[in-house]
């Protein structure tokens, strides 16, 4: 079997004009998932994104023993008895969703054991938060270095009042899936306040959970007997509307979202509007033009409110295009400027460096003992610049997206590598950057050699 390498050859210089939908929210889809096998009823979950990392879940799913059907973007999932509570390594280490199985594991077989969470590596990521928080409801959870898996067990998880000492969207999401069938009262205090995980309380409460968010980062769950089937339809994925804001803006043109609402994006659209950037709301969604010169914005990553640590990446492209300098802090990931040095490669101004912060425990959201001397925290971006083209490779997800951006808006023609990263979040992304006007091609390596010789 030969086994090709596939990447986008982009040729930059063409305005994004027209009308693009956004995919459902992937970081709803996949827990929706993860909430679905809490019952053994139906669950159906509208405009879900055919992504690669959607598609891992549900094979996870079929092997613990669910059925999921498919119509166009509709997904029905029902899980009527898992007939394992061991996740495999092939398919498990692929994504880091994959550890959150822990929750439905337990509450319904009382014994999981998961290997170590993979997915898109952005700095540690640790996971002992969300351990802690389970151990804290009655799990035992070690982690058993001689085969690479977490071996967790318990006789019923009972309700608890725990704190987490940062913020942890994917720990949130995890101990309020838990809570929702443990026995007596759950509180969570400095919880997470993602657009996203309100969309799961939605899902559960639709299913017969009882969640309540009672104050700023506190979320109360009280335990029920069981849950039932339920529909969800996925809002818009913010991230999505992101990317192609400013891709239409940082090649001057003109591209309306649909369905896209500025209530979920106001930390973006504010910074936009300092930089300059054209965007307006519509019944259909927001239409995202250029307005004239774009100015030089500073921002700082953070969680919700904050201006997300996924939106960053983007918006160093749009700063490449800005007159004067811009600094980006990272404060949410503590190794998040991989796609700096291909953004360097393309002719940007671009200065990796560590800020003067007094205190980094209160700053940064990353646990400091993950820190190392090699990582920056910032960057300072001088522009306009007048990107060109170059060889570059996807490090992640988002930043991948960023600099494929940059090649649309770069003279001449680049070729991207790593674009696996890519289809973890975004579908057939290149055909609606086409349908946009974007010269953009998938090829493999045999395709790409014969194009250029002839053969």
């Known amino acids: 079997m030969k086994l090709m390498t596939e990447k986008f050859v982009i040729t930059g210089g063409s305005k994004l004009q027209g009308t693009v939908k956004v995919s459902g929210a992937k970081n709803v889809a996949l827990k929706a998932l993860i909430a679905a096998c809490l019952t053994d009823e139906e669950i159906v979950i509208h405009n879900v994104p055919l992504i690669s990392d959607f598609f891992i879940m549900v094979d996870i799913i079929r092997e613990l023993g669910g059925t999921i059907t498919f119509t166009d973007h509709t997904v029905s999932i029902r899980i009527k008895n898992f007939v394992k509570h061991e996740l495999s390594l092939e398919t498990a280490a692929k994504i880091r969703t994959s550890f959150m199985f822990l929750a439905p594991l337990l509450l319904r077989t009382g014994e999981a054991i998961i290997p170590n969470p993979g997915g898109c590596r952005l700095g540690a990521r640790p996971i002992d938060r969300l351990v802690d928080g389970l151990n804290d409801m009655g ?12 071996h967790a067990k318990a006789a019923g998880l009972r309700g608890t009042t725990y704190t987490f000492p940062k913020n942890t969207h994917t720990g949130t999401e995890t101990l309020i899936i838990a809570a929702v069938l443990a026995k007596g009262k759950t509180i969570l205090h400095n919880a997470a306040e993602e657009p996203e995980i309100n969309e799961l309380i939605d899902l559960l409460n639709a299913m017969g959970a009882d969640i309540k968010r009672t104050a700023s980062r506190v979320i109360e769950i009280s335990g029920v007997g069981r849950l039932h089937g339920a529909t969800h339809v996925i809002k818009p994925d913010r991230n999505e509307v992101v990317t192609f804001a400013i891709a239409a803006i940082v090649t001057r043109g003109d591209v309306l979202v649909k369905g896209a609402r500025t ?7 504010d910074k936009l509007e300092q930089a300059g950037g054209g965007y307006e709301e519509t019944d259909d969604g927001i239409r995202f033009f250029a307005s004239g010169d774009l100015k030089a914005v500073d921002i700082e990553t953070g969680p919700h409110p904050g201006f997300m640590t996924d939106w960053q990446a983007p918006w160093a492209i749009l700063m490449t295009q800005a007159k004067g300098k811009a600094i980006i802090h990272e404060t949410v990931f503590e190794d998040k400027f991989g796609y700096i040095a291909d953004l360097k490669k393309m002719g940007a101004k671009v200065k990796l460096f ?15 003992a993950d820190d190392r001397p090699e990582f920056f925290h910032a960057v300072q971006i001088t522009g306009p610049t007048q990107l060109h083209n170059a060889v570059a490779t996807m490090v992640d997800l988002r930043a991948g997206a960023a600099i494929v951006t940059a090649a649309l808006a770069a003279k001449g023609t680049s070729t991207i590598f790593g674009i696996d990263k890519l289809d973890r979040g975004y579908e057939d992304f290149e055909k609606r950057v086409r349908a946009l006007g974007g010269n953009i091609k998938r090829v493999d390596d045999e395709a790409f050699r014969e194009e250029k010789t002839g053969d």
């Not at 799990?139 to 977490?150: L, P, Q, R």
């Not at 209530?263 to 973006?268: D, G, H, S, T, V």
Request: charged residues 25%; glycine residues 2%.
């Open 263 to 269: 209530n979920a994006l106001k930390e973006f659209l």
């Open 139 to 150: 799990a035992n959870i070690t982690y058993h270095s001689e085969d690479g898996y977490f």
């Open 354 to 368: 560590n800020p003067d912060v007094k205190d980094r425990e209160m700053v940064y959201n990353f646990n400091l």
